[in-house]
Nanobody, 128 residues
Framework: QVQLVESGGGLVQAGGSLRLSCAAS????????MGWFRQAPGKEREFVAT????????DYADSVKGRFTISRDNAKNTVYLRMNSLKPEDTAVYYC?????????????????????WGQGTQVTVSS
């Protein structure tokens, strides 16, 4: 079993920055792909960013590319999402997730269905 706990959300003005953290416990974190997703009211959960278990490969949604950075510290069992130049349309509940599929160290995943464990989410609100 895996537990994921997000933190770092909050209220920020447009153009501001936040760093989300997701602490994992209960499994060998360092061997699994991690992802960040978000869900705005009335919308489906959408992909934001993903990172390979080795940390060398990342992928981003077009809407956040160049503004958000995903990273991980396997020694701390933690994945991060640095968000810069925030926009009101970034407002959502942000979730981290772990995919327990066996993958190569370079592989990543954008697909909600490929993630088995989810955190409870952290609210990010960007005011205009």
């Amino acid at each position: 079993q895996v537990q994921l706990v997000e933190s770092g959300g909050g209220l920020v003005q447009a153009g501001g920055s936040l760093r989300l953290s997701c602490a994992a416990s209960g499994r060998t974190f360092s061997r699994y792909v991690m992802g960040w997703f978000r869900q705005a009211p009335g919308k489906e959960r959408e992909f934001v960013a993903t990172i390979s278990w080795g940390g060398g490969s990342t992928d981003y949604a077009d809407s956040v590319k160049g503004r958000f950075t995903i990273s991980r510290d396997n020694a701390k069992n933690t994945v991060y999402l640095r968000m810069n130049s925030l926009k009101p349309e970034d407002t959502a509940v942000y979730y981290c997730a772990l995919s327990s599929r066996n993958r190569g160290s370079w592989e990543v995943s954008r697909h909600v269905s490929e993630y088995d464990y989810w955190g409870q989410g952290t609210q990010v609100t960007v005011s205009s």
